[in-house]
């Protein structure tokens, strides 16, 4: 990565697709687009410290896209409004990214991987979980000011949890479900296909299979304690046809789990029957190298990716269900906006299907349900008292003005 892309402020320095992290030297053109030639001179000039637009160039696009990859960071952000994101937000914290990716020495604060992007072929495994963030280096772990049965729920429910209810909230939508096994067709005449929805998104492209996005999702949840296990292209996936690519750890008994909210993104893609392990395959290249997007043949696309990292593969090509866990940890919406009660202590509320713990409300057992639901109820009642008494004493505080 060079200096350029996170500290100019011009907004007119560009990357080429194709140039390995180079910008356009010269006028050129890329699917129908023309990339200018950078004035490199007068872009310098204008280097500062890193805003969200600098940080975004990159992480709001992830994946091809706007929205792609992760469904709580997209370009919506540069203009959010209080109601999107109360901390990056003009009229909330107006906080860039680095307010709390920290950096020292450029090296930055927040990463779930402490290994380098994959040099020569190696995985990006997380060896350990230092350097994090959290909302606890602002807020503290006990920052509710009157309701303190919601700080009883820290050591358990992450912040995340109930502040932020939903995510692709901005107005631009997320991939949730990505289908390569659709890929290929053309029409009658030997032309790419490209159907989209009403918010310009592709449904069908040629090039990508189906695709289902969607906007203001309700997240999955899962145990967390920072941990992710990982099923690489060495290990033999499960016999069942469906496989979870990553996977949260934690339980319910783990003092270091919370309750955390995911994008749970899905698809179907190639892999090797045979000897039932993940793939790489060749996707980018000229004509007549093999590479899918210009020669369309899953076949050769494998053999040739398998080939060129070194891996084994049985020459016998399927299609797999896979599934990705991605944290969701940015649009915090206002307090006011924050998860209800009722949405985690019902029968059929978010927490629905997580095992592992009673939750009063959702679970009955005899006595303790006695128990839990007298607690439940009385403080139910303590928060209408404490609404309550916030209404009166705003009441109070305009009448005095
Ligand atoms: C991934 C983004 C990124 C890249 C790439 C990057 N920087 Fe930075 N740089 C930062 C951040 C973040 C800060 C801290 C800004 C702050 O304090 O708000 C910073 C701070 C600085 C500072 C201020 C002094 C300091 O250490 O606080 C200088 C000078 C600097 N960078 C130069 C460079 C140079 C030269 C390069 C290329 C070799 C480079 N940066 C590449 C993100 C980046
Ligand atoms: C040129 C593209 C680019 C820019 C600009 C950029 N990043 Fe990144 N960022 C990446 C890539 C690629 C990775 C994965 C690197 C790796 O695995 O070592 C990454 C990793 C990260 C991670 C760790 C993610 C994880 O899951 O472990 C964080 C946090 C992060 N970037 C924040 C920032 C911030 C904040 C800025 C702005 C100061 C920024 N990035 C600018 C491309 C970029
Ligand atoms: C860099 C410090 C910092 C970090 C880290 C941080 N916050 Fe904040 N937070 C603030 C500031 C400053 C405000 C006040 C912004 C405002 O209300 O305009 C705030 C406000 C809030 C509010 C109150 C909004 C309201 O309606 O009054 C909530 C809820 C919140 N943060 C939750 C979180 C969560 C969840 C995280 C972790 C994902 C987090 N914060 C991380 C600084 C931080
Ligand atoms: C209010 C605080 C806050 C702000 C502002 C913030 N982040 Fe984060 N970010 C977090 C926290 C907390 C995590 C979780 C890190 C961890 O578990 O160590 C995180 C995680 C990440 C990750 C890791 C991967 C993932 O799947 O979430 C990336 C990448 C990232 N942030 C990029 C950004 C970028 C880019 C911006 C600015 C557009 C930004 N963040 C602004 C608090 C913040
Ligand atoms: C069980 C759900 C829940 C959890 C977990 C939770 N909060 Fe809250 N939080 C709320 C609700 C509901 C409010 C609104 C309270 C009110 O109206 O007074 C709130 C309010 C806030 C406020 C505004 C100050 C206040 O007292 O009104 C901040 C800041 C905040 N939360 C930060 C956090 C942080 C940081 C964490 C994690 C350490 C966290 N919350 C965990 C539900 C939760
Ligand atoms: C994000 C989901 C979620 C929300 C929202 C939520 N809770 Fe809980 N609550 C839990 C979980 C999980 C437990 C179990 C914690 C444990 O076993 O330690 C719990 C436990 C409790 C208990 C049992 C006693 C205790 O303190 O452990 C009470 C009472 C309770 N919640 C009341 C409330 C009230 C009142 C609200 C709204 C202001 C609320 N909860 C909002 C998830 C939630």
Not at 28 to 39: A, H, L, Q, R, S
Not at 119 to 139: F, T, V
Request: a negative charge; hydrophobic letters at 30%; charged letters at 20%.
């Amino acid at each position: 990565m060079d200096c350029l892309v996170c500290h100019e402020q011009s907004g007119k320095y560009k990357k080429f697709p194709t140039a390995c992290g180079h910008p356009a030297y010269e006028e050129k053109n890329f699917g129908g687009k023309v990339f200018e030639p950078v004035d490199l001179n007068a872009v310098a000039k204008t280097v500062g410290k890193p805003g969200l637009q600098n940080c975004g160039v990159c992480h709001f696009f992830g994946g091809g896209g706007g929205g792609v990859k992760h469904g709580d960071l997209d370009s919506s952000l540069l203009s959010a409004d209080r109601d999107l994101d109360v901390h990056m937000s003009k009229e909330g914290a107006n906080h860039t990214c680095t307010a709390c990716h920290t950096t020292i020495n450029h090296q930055m604060a927040g990463r779930y991987y402490t290994e380098k992007a994959p040099l020569e072929h190696s995985m990006a495994m997380p060896e350990d979980y230092g350097n994090r963030i959290s909302c606890e280096s602002c807020h503290g772990s006990t920052p509710h000011e009157t309701m303190t049965i919601l700080d009883d729920h820290t050591a358990k429910v992450s912040c995340q949890a109930c502040h932020i209810p939903r995510y692709a909230r901005g107005g631009i939508s997320t991939l949730m479900w990505w289908d390569w096994s659709t890929a290929g067709k053309f029409t009658e005449d030997c032309k790419p296909i490209v159907e989209k929805n009403e918010n310009g998104r592709p449904t069908y492209h040629t090039m990508k299979g189906d695709m289902t996005w969607a906007e203001n999702v309700v997240p999955t949840y899962a145990w967390y304690n920072g941990g992710m296990e990982y099923v690489t292209i060495k290990d033999t996936l499960p016999k069942d046809g469906s496989v979870e690519i990553n996977r949260p750890l934690g339980s319910y008994d783990d003092p270091e789990s919370r309750i955390f909210p995911f994008k749970y993104y899905e698809g179907r893609q190639i892999y090797d029957a045979g000897a039932n392990r993940l793939v790489y395959s060749k996707l980018f290249g000229p004509k007549g190298s093999g590479a899918y997007w210009s020669d369309y043949d899953w076949q050769r696309s494998v053999e040739i990716g398998m080939a060129e990292s070194g891996e084994e593969f049985s020459g016998q090509i399927g299609f797999i269900d896979t599934a990705m866990y991605w944290p969701i940890t940015h649009m915090v919406a206002p307090k006011e906006d924050s998860l209800q009660c009722a949405a985690c202590h019902a029968r059929d509320g978010r927490l629905a299907s997580l095992p592992g713990f009673y939750l009063p409300g959702r679970d009955r057992v005899s006595w303790i349900d006695t128990v839990g639901w007298s607690l439940f109820v009385l403080s139910i009642i303590g928060v209408m008292i404490h609404g309550l008494l916030r209404v009166v004493f705003r009441m109070a505080r305009s009448k005095k003005q």
